[in-house]
């Protein structure tokens, strides 16, 4: 059973860092592309940023010049690094990622971010 596993998940200041890791279990297929999306309490989901199948990345305004998504092809897992870390960043983040040649969605089980004023 294909599962994604994320970790990275902190209560930390203003100002810090954090980085979120997403690592597939259960399979030998490979993460295609990914995306990390987030949701604050009482808002929709947001897509924070993306890799495609090439490489490429995309991020939010939000996170624009703060945040750095990559992909470690050996580890087969994604990884998100937010810095200059805003209370506006606390979210349950969450991990989209495209496995395997028919590239089918999995998502991860969420993980906590808080950023303390």
């Known amino acids: 059973q294909v599962q994604l596993v994320e970790s990275g998940g902190v209560l930390v200041q203003a100002g810090g860092s954090l980085r979120l890791s997403c690592a597939v279990s259960?399979?030998?297929?490979?993460?295609?592309?990914a995306e990390w999306y987030r949701q604050a309490p009482g808002k929709q989901l947001e897509l924070v940023a993306g890799?495609?199948?090439?490489?490429?990345?995309n991020y939010a305004d939000s996170v624009k010049g703060r945040c750095t998504i990559s992909r470690d092809s050996a580890k087969n897992a994604v990884y998100v690094q937010v810095n200059s870390l805003k209370p506006e960043d606390t979210a349950v983040y969450y991990c989209?990622?495209?496995?395997?040649?028919?590239?089918?969605?999995?998502w991860g089980q969420g993980t906590q971010v808080t950023v303390s004023s």
């Open positions: 989209n990622a495209f496995i395997g040649d028919f590239m089918k969605s999995y």
């Open positions: 259960g399979s030998t297929f490979s993460i295609v592309a």
């Open positions: 890799i495609s199948s090439g490489g490429s990345t």
